[in-house]
């Protein structure tokens, strides 16, 4: 079991704390800041408990250069109004320099800081020096809250590890304890549920998760190249032609392993992926050869919404379709309601699923959402994650 912030006296010490605060942004203003909320109760309990608290995150991919527009101003004052205190932002374009080491020397307990946009420097996704270094100096202690880059080892993720004792802080606690327990020892029927466009980019998951579900749903983009495993025509849907042959497999393996996988009965289309003058619905075997899969269709989704109600544990990770255009939002809103609605522990792993639910208003009905997509996803995939690998045991 991994040391959590409880594990350690944070008291009058600097604690660098590792956030995941790479939110949307639109016109310089943040749009969506969930992940700045889920980051709330560790900070809140290193001030309560007196610590120096000295913020670290990631915005975007500015792939080590200064650029403003992904700097983390506007988090530091989202994050000022949420903790109804000032979070003092150190404004540097190489992140660390002496004006930051003067703001972290002159920090009282309680008080916050927040660092510029760790990928400014381009040692920083490498987990190289002088960075890390550079980092370790301004602390005495190291919390990893960033689940949403947990599976990255990276200077601010990993890397301070080498330094500094590693603890994690109540966000990854309650990410691993949520996906651990669902993957590890599940109330069944066990039911994952895939979407997405790439079949190979969710292949290992599946493969893992065969191990250990009851049911795999199959929806979203990935459905066509199903289909075409099984001789159907997929009209000009999105295909991922390098792993029809792995589906097929898949297919199969399932079946030797009494795993039920599900794939739709019938999908929406369209004629034309921006005008969707002409929109129908066929059977998943009958579709038309100038047409393109968007959705799953009625008959799926009561199939889905069926076996949802059954299960007890609900893994969830891709939308069933197109969700962001309202005309194919219907298999997408209809598996989340479903889940809403049954008595499942629900989780939600991370990325489109994540939008998916916030859009539909339905985020506070299930039992946990992830903050991290990718994390979520090789997590379930099996994979070592650094950012929690590099946490000290109990």
Known sequence: MKKTV????????????RCDFNVPMKDGKITDDFRIVS??????YLIENGAKVILMSHMGKPKGEAKPELSLAPVATRLSELLGKE????????VICDHVK??????????????????????????EEPFTGELAALG????????????RDHSSTAGLARYLPAVS?????KEVKFL???VETPERPFVAIMGGAKVGDKIPVIENLMKKVDTIIIGGGMMYTFFKAKGYEIGTSILDADSVDLSKELLAKAEAAGVKIMLPVDTVCTDDFEANNKIETFDADKMPADMMGMDIGPKTIELYKTEIAGAKTIVWNGPMGVFENPKFEAGTKAVAQAMADCDAVTIIGGGDSAAAVEQFGLKDKMTHVSTGGGASMEFLEGKVLPGIACIEEK
């Open 6 to 17: 409880r594990d350690v006296d944070v008291k009058g010490k600097k604690v660098l704390c």
């Open 140 to 151: 005495e202690l190291f919390v990893n809250d960033a689940f949403g880059t947990a599976h």
């Open 180 to 182: 651990g327990d669902a």
């Open 169 to 173: 802080g109540f966000l990854i606690e």
């Open 102 to 127: 003067e703001i972290a020397d002159g920090l009282q307990d309680g008080e916050v800081m927040l660092l510029e946009n760790t990928r400014y420097r381009a040692e920083e996704t490498k987990s």
């Open 87 to 94: 979070v003092k932002f150190a404004s540097c374009p190489t």
């Open 39 to 44: 980051s709330l109760p560790t900070i809140n």
